[in-house]
């Protein structure tokens, strides 16, 4: 059971960023995927989550615009795509396995740096 993500990624600022999550190991249908990033020095902070079954989403206000989540059912794939790259945007984005209110994240992914520099 694991959670394997995309390599780290150098964008320019402005430019747009897509992450990857493979899930393995489980039914990937059977629980939402959150992602959540930590900049560096700086505590997690939640961006939202997918519910892989219909795509639905719900994204955290600070990114609503500007993040998008797909999942592939077929790949068992979950993806952050964030646009218009700033300053505050260099963090390691995290993928989690989420179960639930009680449970909360219980599975995540390594992280995937992200570096933001002209």
């Known amino acids: 059971v694991q959670l394997v993500q995309s390599g780290a990624e150098l964008r320019n600022p402005g430019a747009s960023v897509k992450v990857s999550c493979k899930a393995s190991?489980?039914?990937?249908?059977?629980?939402?995927i959150d992602w959540v990033r930590q900049a560096p020095g700086q505590g997690l902070e939640w961006m939202g989550r997918?519910?892989?079954?219909?795509?639905?989403?719900k994204y955290a206000q600070k990114f609503q615009g500007r993040v998008t989540f797909t999942a592939d059912t077929s790949t068992t794939t979950a993806y952050v795509e964030l646009s218009s790259l700033r300053s505050e945007d260099p963090a390691k984005y995290c993928c989690?396995?989420?179960?639930?209110?009680?449970?909360?994240?219980?599975?995540w992914g390594p992280g995937t740096k992200v570096t933001v520099s002209s």
């Open positions: 989690a396995r989420d179960e639930g209110f009680s449970t909360g994240l219980n599975l």
């Open positions: 190991g489980y039914t990937f249908t059977s629980y939402y």
């Open positions: 997918i519910d892989p079954v219909d795509g639905h989403t």
